[in-house]
């Protein structure tokens, strides 16, 4: 494999020593540019309470490009689609070199706390959440309890 | 927020096939120069980015986007450089992390921000934005065009 760029050494040991509140992300031992991630659900969300796992992958062109991030942990949430891909702005359109796997994850934390169903990914989730938004935010409670707990 | 669903074929599902860039051999020896030559980007074969997330190498790009890349290698080459000297405030090139070294290339963008030449020079031919403020270079060149 090639070199390591420092950058990517750098974040990894900034992530080991000052860990994001809420966020772990680890590097498999056999690809440096690939994290097991897990994002706790936020508080007064209805996410609240589950664990959610992510992959994260470095490209070799990192930080020119973005990293490609992917929920696991199956999650109902209209930005997030069944295959767990994340429609988030600074991972497409808006990536910018100076941001990092540190903000990259803090604003994955965000979007769980703030879904955003005007800029849907997954089209039936974010329709739900128009029209009844209490049975919406019911099942993502459910979803949460049935795939993100005692897992 | 958007455009989600217009770059789905970027968006692989397998994150560990690596890089989603589209490499060909450099069997043509006679591509257009390249201009990581004058950037000193990176090594051969030639590799453009079109968009963030598009690599093409120099042979499948068309007449039309090797003009563009011409120009916007051009309006980079009007940004200033310098060499850092140490006096600076600032520290580290948040593309690469590392710390300014006395000597190091830097290129100054209009807003102000500072990165190594080599590092900022990669970013610019991918989108022309300033990576800390987000605000564009080619923008605020003109604008520095009509104030003095």
Known sequence: MAVLPRRIIKETQRLMQEPVPGISAVPDDSNARYFHVIVTGPEDSPFEGGLFKLELFLPEDYPMSAPKVRFITKIYHPNIDRLGRICLDILKDKWSPALQIRTVLLSIQALLSAPNPDDPLANDVAELWKVNEIEAIRNAKEWTRRYAMDN | ?148
Not at chain 2, 10 to 22: E, H, K, M, Q
Not at chain 2, 63 to 68: D, N, V
Not at chain 2, 110 to 116: D, E, L, Q
Not at chain 2, 141 to 147: A, I, R
């Open chain 2, 1 to 148: 927020m958007g455009n989600c669903f217009k770059r789905s074929t970027t968006d692989d599902i397998s994150l560990l096939r690596g890089s989603d860039s589209v490499r060909e051999p450099s069997s043509d020896p006679v591509g257009p120069p390249s201009y990581q030559e004058a950037l000193s980007v990176q090594s051969s074969p030639p590799i453009y980015h079109p968009s963030p997330s598009l690599t093409q190498s120099a042979t499948q790009l068309s007449e039309e986007e090797q003009i563009r890349i011409a120009k916007r290698i051009g309006l980079i080459q009007h940004l200033p450089t310098g060499k850092y000297d140490g006096s600076k405030k600032i520290r580290e090139c948040v593309i690469c992390m590392g710390d300014f070294m006395v000597g190091d290339a830097l290129r100054y963008l209009p807003c102000m921000h500072t990165y190594h030449m080599t590092c900022i020079d990669g970013w610019l031919m991918r989108r022309l934005t300033c990576p800390s403020c987000i605000e564009p270079v080619d923008a605020a060149l003109l604008t520095s065009y009509e104030t003095n």
